[in-house]
T-cell receptor, first 113, second 112 residues
Framework: EAGVVQSPRYKIIEKKQPVAFWCNPISGHNTLYWYRQNLGQGPELLIRYENEEAVDDSQLPKDRFSAERLKGVDSTLKIQPAELGDSAVYLC???????????FGDGTRLSIL | KQEVTQIPAALSVPEGENLVLNCSFTDSAIYNLQWFRQDPGKGLTSLLLIQSSQREQTSGRLNASLDKSSGRSTLYIAASQPGDSATYLCGSLFNYGQNFVFGPGTRLSVLP
C-alpha cells in the first residue's frame, strides 16, 4: 500500500509571497488532516476533511490560509501572503475513518525569509 | 481546554533497558489515544492505537496502556535498542468537538 505523499519536501520563499502544498492520501482513506509542526513541539491540527467536506477548520488562520480537497482525494493547502511566523513543517495525514490510525506523509518544510 | 502533556521531555537510557514513557490528557472523555514515533526530518509513524473501551494494546516489544479515569497513558518499551531512538508522541481524539490533540513528545536516546 502506497503511503501518504506530500510535495514539495522543502520550500523557501520570501515573506508576503504565496505558497502551496499538495497531499495525496492513501487510497480509500476518507479522513484527511493538515497539521503544522513547530520545532520541538507536537503537530497542531489546522483542518480536517471527511471526504470533500471540511469538518474542523477552527485552527486555520482563515485570513491567509485556505485549503481544498477536490473529489475527496488529493488536497492542497495554500498560504497567501506568507509571514515569517509561518515557518514550520506542514504535515498531511489520512485515515480510513476518524477513529482509525492516522498515517502521515514526510511533510513540507517551509522557510520564510 | 483540551491538552495533552508528556513527561519526560527527553530520556537517555543504555541499550537493553526497559523504559516507560508517560502521556497525560486533561479531559477523560476521549474516543481513542494513539502513540507515534517520529524520526528526524520525517513524518509520524503510528505505533499503537487504543480505543476508549480498551485498557491496553501490544505490538512486539511495545505495550501501551490507557487509564481514562486518571487521564493517563503509558508506552512501555522492552529491551530497548539503539534503533528505538526517536521522538515519541501521543495524541488523543477528544469526544467534545472531535479534536485530535498531540502532546509535545519525548525525545528518546538509546545508547549502545
Amino acid at each position: 500500500e502506497a503511503g501518504v505523499v506530500q510535495s514539495p519536501r522543502y520550500k523557501i520563499i520570501e515573506k508576503k509571497q504565496p505558497v502551496a502544498f499538495w497531499c495525496n492520501p492513501i487510497s480509500g482513506h476518507n479522513t484527511l488532516y493538515w497539521y503544522r509542526q513547530n520545532l520541538g513541539q507536537g503537530p497542531e491540527l489546522l483542518i480536517r476533511y471527511e471526504n470533500e467536506e471540511a469538518v474542523d477548520d477552527s485552527q486555520l488562520p482563515k485570513d491567509r490560509f485556505s485549503a481544498e480537497r477536490l473529489k475527496g482525494v488529493d488536497s492542497t493547502l495554500k498560504i497567501q501572503p506568507a509571514e515569517l511566523g509561518d515557518s514550520a513543517v506542514y504535515l498531511c495525514a489520512s485515515s480510513l475513518t476518524l477513529s482509525q490510525p492516522q498515517h502521515f506523509g514526510d511533510g513540507t518544510r517551509l522557510s520564510i525569509l | 481546554k483540551q491538552e495533552v502533556t508528556q513527561i519526560p521531555a527527553a530520556l537517555s537510557v543504555p541499550e537493553g533497558e526497559n523504559l516507560v514513557l508517560n502521556c497525560s490528557f486533561t479531559d477523560s472523555a476521549i474516543y481513542n489515544l494513539q502513540w507515534f514515533r517520529q524520526d528526524p526530518g520525517k513524518g509520524l509513524t503510528s505505533l499503537l492505537l487504543i480505543q476508549s473501551s480498551q485498557r491496553e494494546q501490544t505490538s512486539g516489544r511495545l505495550n501501551a496502556s490507557l487509564d481514562k479515569s486518571s487521564g493517563r497513558s503509558t508506552l512501555y518499551i522492552a529491551a530497548s535498542q539503539p534503533g528505538d531512538s526517536a521522538t515519541y508522541l501521543c495524541g488523543s481524539l477528544f469526544n467534545y468537538g472531535q479534536n485530535f490533540v498531540f502532546g509535545p513528545g519525548t525525545r528518546l536516546s538509546v545508547l549502545p
